[in-house]
């Protein structure tokens, strides 16, 4: 599962980084398939790790949690896109700052990952 979840996420990065490039309306048809092959993939295989790696009878908490953390990211991330395309006056350079955001995780999921003592069932 953490290879198929780190497959993703590097996915997600190379597909950040053709945004950013996007200039025609192919390009943009072509992004939103990607997307669209790996958003449910990314989703089903997260939470999947992460019921694997939390204590069973604390599940609930953890979900909330989960579900906290993914919001945030989502007012994050639209922020950061936000901010950074009204200051540059690019929407290219807004949503290719997410790419700076998934090289973040790639490196924070690598090393949760080697971190000894996770709850493994």
Not at 54 to 70: K, M, N, R
């Amino acid at each position: 599962v953490e290879k198929l979840i780190l497959v993703c996420i590097l996915s997600y990065l190379g597909i950040s980084i053709f945004a950013f490039f996007l200039a025609h309306q192919w390009q943009f048809w072509m992004l939103a398939v990607w997307v669209g092959m790996f958003q449910g993939g990314i989703q089903a295989l997260s939470r999947s790790y992460f019921t694997k790696i939390v204590p069973s009878d604390q599940t609930g908490e953890f979900f909330g949690l989960y579900d906290i953390c993914g919001k945030g990211a989502a007012i994050l991330g639209t922020t950061i896109v936000s901010v950074v395309s009204q200051f540059t006056g690019s929407v290219n350079k807004g949503v290719g700052m997410i790419s700076i955001m998934f090289v973040l995780g790639i490196f924070l999921f690598i090393k949760a990952s080697k971190t000894p003592g996770r709850n493994s069932r």
